[in-house]
């Protein structure tokens, strides 16, 4: 898919309003996944983190341009690919990593590894394991939000394999019928594991269509491209906010890295020299580098200071994870149901709908 066209987005409305100090912080939360998961990929290969290391590398101006379009109540949630999504929400870096860690100290008490990057104190809500359950829980938040009579809109990231759950179009559905609030943002990064889209999908050349035929506007965004990505959204948040209406919407985009980091056939199911030609030409870090010094508002030197920076906080970040403490084996207990940890009638008897 190449969604590309001559449209300068640039001048978009939403663009022309960003200030110098704004694109360059762009270019640092991007700088910042980078670093998180460049360094955490380290400690995973010496052996301190247990479980799947599943990256964002190759994806970043995704979740950093929605963020940078989100307002006070607005909410996020998104698959497991969401490492870079949950610290560009607001989420510390130390507490991500603590939690790959396994330490008391991390984002989930280091309970959930990968799987438990959750910040809802910053409206963003994990991180799912199984394809496409953040479709439907998505629905439910923008129902949510909707109910309370609040102007906001739900953000749902989910990846080009998660289109074929069935999930998703109850989802749709749902959101179509009841004009929900909720934008899905398909992250179409050519491949759900090892299996390219152009063997999973019945219609190729574009996921999003789909959404047609429940009635829902969708759109097709070349996801390397902040300001596109940007000029795009914002029409489906106009809609979110004013029509309470979904939107669905495809960024193209590819992961660098394997399925996870462990993925020992990453080169069996797509050759080295398309890896490369996405690295080389395609990476969004290098494309928003690109378009700062063709501004004239950062130069070589600022930009490595930039990553450099990001590094450093990366690197603080796994020393503080490393030195915290585990909880004790007892802990396991806690944290499942709130209904038990909080000791009420219904965590007793374990009956919450009928006596
Ligand atoms: C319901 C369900 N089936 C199978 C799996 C196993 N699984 C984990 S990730 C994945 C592929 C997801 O691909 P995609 O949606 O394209 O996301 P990406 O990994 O490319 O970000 C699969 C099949 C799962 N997690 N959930
Ligand atoms: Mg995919």
Redesign the pocket.
Known sequence: MSPSDETDYSLAAVNAALTPADKIQLFREMARIRAFENVAVQHYQAGRMGGFL?LQVGQEAIPVAVRSLMGPDDHSIC???GMGTAIVSGMSMREGMAELFGKATGCSKGKGGQFGFYAPQHRHWGGH????TQTALAAGLAFGLKYQGKTGAVFCF?????VN?GTFHESLNLASLFSLPVIYLI?N?G???GTSVKRSSAINGSLARRAAGYKIDWDLINGDSVYEIRAKLQPAIERAYHEHRPTVLELSTY?FEG?AIADANKFKYRTRLEVEDRQQNHDPLRLWAAQLESENLMDQEGLKRIKAAAFAEARAAAEFARTSPRLPPAAIMTDIYWEVDCATAAGSTGRHFFS
């Open positions: 599943i698959s497991l690919r394991g199984y394809a496409a989910l990846g080009d394999g998660a759950q992250e990064n491949y759900a594991m992961r399925f």
